[in-house]
């Protein structure tokens, strides 16, 4: 996005976008702010809030018009481009993901892999190319790959990491427990899936809704 807008409202963008996709499918035309608040549980003025920094996006008394709007988010999301991702480490949750793999549901697909076992490297594993981690910087750079998710073990996310902006990443996608360090220009996005299990744990324990 080109616009600045505040962090909380971009991370609540995707989920609009995949919400209106659902209703572009179901052939709805038109939705209000509060059937829209009630679908994606944030409250209508938030919502409100948040597409109101992008313009007119609504009208009064009729609400928003879903193909619109969709087309909107495309732009803004970048969604009619496709985004190639690199995944390093093919462990349990690596070969998950790989198998899973973003392309089916978005915009993101992961076009190379790299791991240090020689019974993966130069092998092709749910249709995507396993690389030779010593590789990583030379095939991010030949590749053009600005995208990396990484699933090592704790004690190399560091080193991983460098690597992986020396090879021109500029967003990478950390499943480790390790805070990486990185430049300003590169965004790191922690996916502690541990603390997200405990703090789901705590909320059942005590809170009774």
């Known amino acids: 996005m080109d616009m ?10 995707p989920m609009y976008y995949r919400y209106l996709s659902g209703l572009h499918g179901a052939k709805v035309k038109r939705i209000s702010s509060s059937t829209f608040a009630d679908a994606v ?8 809030r948040d597409l109101s920094y992008f313009g007119a996006l609504g009208k009064r008394g009729y609400g928003y018009d879903v193909d619109d709007l969709l087309d909107f988010f495309k732009k ?12 390093v ?17 978005s915009n993101v697909r992961i076009s190379a892999a790299f791991d240090i076992h ?4 130069n092998t092709v594993q749910s249709g995507v190319p396993v690389y030779d981690v010593n590789d990583l910087e030379k095939q991010l750079s030949e590749q053009q790959i600005e995208v990396v998710i990484l ?7 560091q080193k991983i990491c460098d690597q992986a902006i020396a090879g021109g990443a500029k967003g990478i996608m950390n499943f480790t427990s390790k805070r990486l360090s990185a430049p300003k220009n590169v965004r790191v996005q922690n996916v502690d899936l541990t603390n997200e299990l405990q703090t ?3 909320f059942i324990e005590h809170y009774d809704n």
């Open 4 to 13: 600045k807008i505040p962090r909380a409202t971009a991370k609540r963008l």
């Open 76 to 87: 803004i999301l970048n969604q009619d481009h496709l985004t190639n991702a690199a995944l």
């Open 151 to 157: 699933t090592v073990p704790t004690g190399v996310a």
């Open 41 to 48: 549980q944030v409250d209508s003025a938030t919502i409100r």
């Open 200 to 202: 789901l744990i705590y």
């Open 89 to 105: 480490g093919l462990g349990n949750l690596g070969q998950a993901l790989l198998h899973f793999n973003f392309h089916k549901d």
């Open 118 to 121: 020689d019974n993966m490297i």
